[in-house]
Protein backbone atom coordinates (compact mmCIF):
# COMPACT_ATOMS: atom_id res chain seq x y z
CA UNK A 1 0.00 0.00 0.00
CA UNK A 2 2.93 2.62 0.33
CA UNK A 3 2.70 3.59 -3.33
CA UNK A 4 5.35 6.31 -4.31
CA UNK A 5 3.08 9.45 -6.52
CA UNK A 6 4.30 11.84 -8.71
CA UNK A 7 6.75 14.83 -7.56
CA UNK A 8 4.85 17.22 -5.31
CA UNK A 9 4.60 20.50 -7.06
CA UNK A 10 4.63 23.41 -4.49
CA UNK A 11 1.04 25.18 -4.28
CA UNK A 12 1.83 27.76 -1.29
CA UNK A 13 3.64 30.99 -1.38
CA UNK A 14 6.04 32.25 0.94
CA UNK A 15 3.70 34.23 2.46
CA UNK A 16 0.85 31.26 3.21
CA UNK A 17 3.81 29.34 4.48
CA UNK A 18 4.76 31.59 6.66
CA UNK A 19 1.00 32.50 7.50
CA UNK A 20 0.54 28.83 8.59
CA UNK A 21 3.82 28.43 10.32
CA UNK A 22 1.83 31.62 12.57
CA UNK A 23 -1.14 31.31 12.96
CA UNK A 24 -1.66 27.39 12.70
CA UNK A 25 -3.87 27.08 9.57
CA UNK A 26 -4.87 28.41 6.23
CA UNK A 27 -8.04 28.40 4.10
CA UNK A 28 -7.62 27.94 0.27
CA UNK A 29 -10.42 28.88 -1.76
CA UNK A 30 -11.70 26.86 -4.63
CA UNK A 31 -9.05 24.14 -4.44
CA UNK A 32 -11.62 21.27 -6.10
CA UNK A 33 -12.63 21.42 -9.94
CA UNK A 34 -16.16 21.31 -10.17
CA UNK A 35 -15.85 17.40 -11.45
CA UNK A 36 -14.16 16.62 -8.52
CA UNK A 37 -16.73 18.47 -5.83
CA UNK A 38 -19.38 16.49 -7.63
CA UNK A 39 -17.39 12.96 -7.14
CA UNK A 40 -16.61 13.92 -3.50
CA UNK A 41 -20.00 14.92 -2.82
CA UNK A 42 -21.88 11.82 -4.29
CA UNK A 43 -19.39 9.91 -2.66
CA UNK A 44 -20.65 11.44 1.01
CA UNK A 45 -24.04 11.14 -0.16
CA UNK A 46 -23.74 6.94 -1.34
CA UNK A 47 -22.70 7.18 3.04
CA UNK A 48 -25.86 9.13 4.23
CA UNK A 49 -27.81 5.98 4.96
CA UNK A 50 -24.85 4.89 6.90
CA UNK A 51 -24.69 8.35 8.62
CA UNK A 52 -28.15 7.83 9.67
CA UNK A 53 -27.97 4.73 11.09
CA UNK A 54 -25.38 6.07 13.56
CA UNK A 55 -27.89 9.09 14.53
CA UNK A 56 -26.53 11.18 12.12
CA UNK A 57 -30.22 12.99 12.18
CA UNK A 58 -29.35 14.01 15.74
CA UNK A 59 -25.76 14.52 16.21
CA UNK A 60 -22.67 14.92 14.34
CA UNK A 61 -21.06 11.75 12.95
CA UNK A 62 -17.88 11.36 11.61
CA UNK A 63 -17.09 7.86 9.66
CA UNK A 64 -13.34 6.43 9.34
CA UNK A 65 -11.37 4.93 6.46
CA UNK A 66 -13.40 6.81 3.80
CA UNK A 67 -10.71 6.08 1.08
CA UNK A 68 -11.71 2.09 1.11
CA UNK A 69 -15.46 3.22 0.76
CA UNK A 70 -15.42 5.53 -2.16
CA UNK A 71 -12.80 5.73 -4.58
CA UNK A 72 -13.62 9.44 -5.15
CA UNK A 73 -11.91 9.76 -1.11
CA UNK A 74 -8.63 7.99 -2.56
CA UNK A 75 -8.64 10.45 -5.60
CA UNK A 76 -9.26 13.73 -3.07
CA UNK A 77 -6.79 12.03 -0.44
CA UNK A 78 -3.84 12.30 -3.54
CA UNK A 79 -5.47 15.62 -4.79
CA UNK A 80 -2.16 17.52 -5.86
CA UNK A 81 -3.14 20.61 -3.81
CA UNK A 82 -3.57 18.12 -0.52
CA UNK A 83 0.09 17.15 -1.49
CA UNK A 84 2.22 19.74 -2.65
CA UNK A 85 0.68 21.57 0.50
CA UNK A 86 1.81 19.00 2.92
CA UNK A 87 5.22 18.54 1.88
CA UNK A 88 5.75 22.02 1.45
CA UNK A 89 4.11 21.85 5.62
CA UNK A 90 5.46 18.60 6.96
CA UNK A 91 8.00 17.36 4.32
CA UNK A 92 8.10 14.83 1.62
CA UNK A 93 7.02 11.22 3.31
CA UNK A 94 3.21 12.26 4.40
CA UNK A 95 1.92 9.60 6.36
CA UNK A 96 -2.23 9.16 6.68
CA UNK A 97 -3.59 8.43 9.78
CA UNK A 98 -6.79 8.95 9.79
CA UNK A 99 -9.82 10.00 6.65
CA UNK A 100 -12.91 10.53 7.35
CA UNK A 101 -16.17 12.68 6.70
CA UNK A 102 -17.85 14.27 9.51
CA UNK A 103 -21.84 14.94 8.83
CA UNK A 104 -23.58 18.33 11.20
CA UNK A 105 -27.34 17.31 11.80
CA UNK A 106 -29.24 19.77 9.86
CA UNK A 107 -31.20 23.03 11.59
CA UNK A 108 -30.79 21.82 15.41
CA UNK A 109 -28.65 24.08 16.78
CA UNK A 110 -26.53 20.50 17.51
CA UNK A 111 -23.55 19.15 16.70
CA UNK A 112 -21.11 21.53 18.35
CA UNK A 113 -17.47 19.91 18.36
CA UNK A 114 -15.91 21.35 22.17
CA UNK A 115 -12.61 22.96 22.02
CA UNK A 116 -9.77 20.62 21.37
CA UNK A 117 -6.38 19.90 19.57
CA UNK A 118 -6.24 16.74 17.44
CA UNK A 119 -2.50 15.82 18.28
CA UNK A 120 -3.46 14.65 21.89
CA UNK A 121 -6.09 11.92 20.37
CA UNK A 122 -2.91 10.67 18.62
CA UNK A 123 0.15 11.83 19.97
CA UNK A 124 3.23 11.07 17.56
CA UNK A 125 7.06 11.76 18.37
CA UNK A 126 6.90 15.36 17.46
CA UNK A 127 4.66 17.85 16.05
CA UNK A 128 4.43 17.80 12.17
CA UNK A 129 0.90 16.50 12.11
CA UNK A 130 -1.61 18.20 10.53
CA UNK A 131 -5.82 18.02 9.12
CA UNK A 132 -6.29 18.94 5.54
CA UNK A 133 -10.03 19.33 5.00
CA UNK A 134 -12.06 19.83 1.91
CA UNK A 135 -15.05 21.45 2.65
CA UNK A 136 -17.95 19.42 0.99
CA UNK A 137 -20.64 22.34 1.59
CA UNK A 138 -20.31 26.22 1.60
CA UNK A 139 -19.54 26.51 5.32
CA UNK A 140 -20.09 29.35 7.39
CA UNK A 141 -20.30 29.89 10.82
CA UNK A 142 -24.35 29.47 10.94
CA UNK A 143 -23.81 26.00 9.57
CA UNK A 144 -20.84 24.86 11.83
CA UNK A 145 -17.74 26.05 10.40
CA UNK A 146 -14.54 25.20 12.55
CA UNK A 147 -13.44 27.99 14.87
CA UNK A 148 -9.47 28.52 15.92
CA UNK A 149 -7.73 30.62 18.22
CA UNK A 150 -4.86 32.19 16.14
CA UNK A 151 -1.23 31.20 17.11
CA UNK A 152 -2.64 28.39 19.87
CA UNK A 153 -0.48 25.77 18.28
CA UNK A 154 2.76 27.29 19.45
CA UNK A 155 1.75 26.46 22.75
CA UNK A 156 2.01 22.48 22.72
CA UNK A 157 -0.19 19.56 24.15
CA UNK A 158 -2.71 20.65 26.58
CA UNK A 159 -4.82 18.34 28.78
CA UNK A 160 -7.30 16.46 27.50
CA UNK A 161 -7.81 14.04 30.49
CA UNK A 162 -10.56 14.27 33.61
CA UNK A 163 -9.50 14.42 36.99
CA UNK A 164 -9.99 11.03 37.06
CA UNK A 165 -7.23 10.72 34.89
CA UNK A 166 -9.65 9.69 31.49
CA UNK A 167 -9.17 10.69 28.18
CA UNK A 168 -12.23 12.66 27.04
CA UNK A 169 -11.08 14.37 23.58
CA UNK A 170 -11.81 18.08 24.65
CA UNK A 171 -9.92 20.84 26.90
CA UNK A 172 -10.55 20.24 30.29
CA UNK A 173 -9.24 23.06 31.70
CA UNK A 174 -10.85 26.30 30.12
CA UNK A 175 -7.91 28.66 31.01
CA UNK A 176 -6.47 27.14 28.03
CA UNK A 177 -9.08 28.95 25.51
CA UNK A 178 -11.17 31.30 27.65
CA UNK A 179 -8.86 34.34 27.43
CA UNK A 180 -8.78 34.26 23.81
CA UNK A 181 -12.62 33.71 23.62
CA UNK A 182 -13.50 36.69 26.01
CA UNK A 183 -10.62 38.48 23.85
CA UNK A 184 -11.98 37.73 20.45
CA UNK A 185 -8.64 36.32 19.67
CA UNK A 186 -10.72 33.97 16.98
CA UNK A 187 -10.55 32.77 13.52
CA UNK A 188 -13.82 31.16 11.50
CA UNK A 189 -12.31 28.27 8.36
CA UNK A 190 -15.39 29.71 6.57
CA UNK A 191 -15.36 28.73 2.46
CA UNK A 192 -17.38 28.08 -0.57
CA UNK A 193 -17.76 24.29 -0.91
CA UNK A 194 -14.41 22.83 -2.95
CA UNK A 195 -12.49 25.03 -0.53
CA UNK A 196 -9.63 23.23 1.20
CA UNK A 197 -8.17 24.19 5.02
CA UNK A 198 -5.20 22.91 6.77
CA UNK A 199 -5.29 23.02 10.61
CA UNK A 200 -1.77 22.19 12.80
CA UNK A 201 -2.26 19.03 14.72
CA UNK A 202 -1.94 21.69 18.08
CA UNK A 203 -3.84 23.97 16.73
CA UNK A 204 -6.92 25.34 19.35
CA UNK A 205 -10.44 24.61 17.47
CA UNK A 206 -14.28 23.92 18.48
CA UNK A 207 -16.63 24.16 15.44
CA UNK A 208 -19.67 25.86 15.80
CA UNK A 209 -23.27 24.23 15.76
CA UNK A 210 -25.38 23.65 12.50
CA UNK A 211 -28.34 26.64 13.19
CA UNK A 212 -29.25 26.48 9.17
CA UNK A 213 -31.27 24.56 7.16
CA UNK A 214 -27.80 23.24 4.84
CA UNK A 215 -25.82 20.31 5.56
CA UNK A 216 -22.12 20.82 6.54
CA UNK A 217 -19.70 18.23 5.56
CA UNK A 218 -16.40 18.15 6.06
CA UNK A 219 -13.59 15.67 4.39
CA UNK A 220 -11.12 15.44 6.97
CA UNK A 221 -7.16 13.44 6.32
CA UNK A 222 -4.86 13.75 9.03
CA UNK A 223 -1.60 13.34 7.80
CA UNK A 224 1.89 13.07 10.28
CA UNK A 225 5.20 13.44 8.39
CA UNK A 226 6.51 9.63 7.79
CA UNK A 227 9.05 10.24 11.22
CA UNK A 228 6.38 10.71 13.22
CA UNK A 229 5.98 7.85 15.36
CA UNK A 230 2.79 7.37 17.48
CA UNK A 231 3.01 7.13 20.69
CA UNK A 232 -1.01 6.06 21.20
CA UNK A 233 -4.17 6.24 20.45
CA UNK A 234 -6.32 4.27 17.36
CA UNK A 235 -4.92 2.31 14.75
CA UNK A 236 -7.00 3.27 11.84
CA UNK A 237 -7.05 0.95 8.42
CA UNK A 238 -5.14 3.72 6.84
CA UNK A 239 -2.15 3.26 8.48
CA UNK A 240 -0.56 1.70 5.69
CA UNK A 241 -1.21 4.66 3.46
CA UNK A 242 1.78 6.82 2.25
CA UNK A 243 0.24 9.74 -0.06
CA UNK A 244 3.76 10.52 -0.58
CA UNK A 245 7.23 9.43 -0.12
CA UNK A 246 7.44 6.19 2.04
CA UNK A 247 8.74 5.25 5.72
CA UNK A 248 11.68 5.88 6.58
CA UNK A 249 11.65 3.81 10.20
CA UNK A 250 12.91 6.31 11.94
CA UNK A 251 10.77 8.53 14.58
CA UNK A 252 11.87 12.43 15.25
CA UNK A 253 11.01 13.46 18.98
CA UNK A 254 10.30 17.33 19.76
CA UNK A 255 14.65 17.78 20.10
CA UNK A 256 15.62 16.59 17.11
CA UNK A 257 16.85 13.49 18.21
CA UNK A 258 16.42 10.65 15.94
CA UNK A 259 15.54 7.11 16.99
CA UNK A 260 16.00 3.90 14.70
CA UNK A 261 13.40 1.83 14.60
CA UNK A 262 13.29 -1.58 13.72
CA UNK A 263 10.72 -1.86 11.59
CA UNK A 264 7.49 -0.58 10.70
CA UNK A 265 4.47 -1.06 12.98
CA UNK A 266 2.27 -4.39 11.92
CA UNK A 267 0.77 -6.98 13.22
CA UNK A 268 2.97 -10.17 13.87
CA UNK A 269 -0.02 -11.80 15.90
CA UNK A 270 1.90 -11.16 19.19
CA UNK A 271 5.78 -12.48 20.50
CA UNK A 272 5.40 -15.96 19.34
CA UNK A 273 5.01 -15.59 15.71
O1 LIG B 1 -15.79 19.37 11.31
C1 LIG B 1 -14.60 19.65 11.16
O2 LIG B 1 -14.20 20.52 10.38
C2 LIG B 1 -13.57 18.94 11.94
C3 LIG B 1 -14.08 18.54 13.28
C4 LIG B 1 -12.98 18.58 14.29
O3 LIG B 1 -12.96 19.41 15.14
C5 LIG B 1 -11.87 17.68 14.17
O4 LIG B 1 -11.91 16.77 13.37
O5 LIG B 1 -10.91 17.83 14.92
Redesign the pocket.
Known amino acids: MAERTATAEPILSDDQVASYRENGYLVLPDVLSAPELAGVRAAADALDEERLSRGGAERTVAIHDVIFLQEAFMAAARHPALIGASVQLIGENLHLIQARV?WKPIAKGEGA?AW?Q?YPFHPLTNYDVL?V?FLLDDTSVQN?A?QAIPGSHKRGPMNHHDTDGKFVGRCTNADDYASDVANGNLYDLVGPAGSMTIHHGNLL?Y?HPNHSDTPRR?L?YQIAAGDAALLGGNFFKVWPVYLHGSDPEVARFEDGSIQRLPQPFRNQGGLDS
Do not use: E, P, Q, W
Open positions: HVHDATGLHTAV
